[in-house]
């Protein structure tokens, strides 16, 4: 049975390179830092809700968020695969809980967990959908919300952009046989 491939589609926001879930995710970071990204998240949500419009100067950047979350979020369904491929490098001797941001304990020591749990609950498209219905409802002066379940496909992305970056910091190595 042939292996599907999932296109990341980050030609318009990462050059035309060719790239793995890992090389995706450090070019997304090291194009806006993990606050930057969930602030513009959090700003998002926040005005998909409201009868506002959000940067009514420069929408353009809202939809290069959207672009490059939509990347991210491929890149993540990737990710849940890999937890018995890859293993992470020990996390640090002393942990501060704001290295661990929103992620409990268990899901800190592993963050695979999180991207496991998320696509278990939701899939790949429930979560492009929501992109996509936050950007759209933040672009424009709507009465209606949006009608999915937001909050908890917020908390999941919040969560996966946490593991996301601790694996980026602590460095994997392939699990061999």
């Not at 959090?42 to 809700?49: C, K, Q, V």
């Amino acid at each position: 049975m042939k292996k599907k491939k999932i296109a990341f589609e980050a030609e318009f926001w990462d050059s035309y390179r060719k790239h793995t879930c890992l090389s995706l995710i450090d070019a997304f970071f090291e194009m806006d830092y993990l606050s930057a990204v969930k602030g513009r998240l959090f700003e998002i949500i926040n005005y998909s809700t409201k009868c506002e419009v959000l940067m009514k100067d420069d929408p353009s950047l809202i939809f290069h968020y959207y672009l490059c979350m939509r990347s991210f979020i491929r890149a993540s369904y990737l990710l849940k695969f890999k937890a018995k491929k890859w293993k992470l490098n020990d996390p640090p001797e002393y942990t501060s809980r704001l290295l661990q941001g929103s992620l409990s304990n268990e899901e800190y020591d592993n963050p695979f967990l999180v991207f496991q749990n998320a696509f278990k609950e939701f899939t790949l498209q429930e979560f492009e959908y929501f992109n996509t219905q936050i950007v759209y409802f933040s672009l424009g002066a709507y009465s209606d919300e949006p009608e999915a379940n937001i909050i908890t496909l917020f908390i999941h992305l919040n969560k996966m952009l946490d593991a996301a970056q601790i694996i980026r910091e602590r460095g994997i190595e392939k699990i061999k046989k």
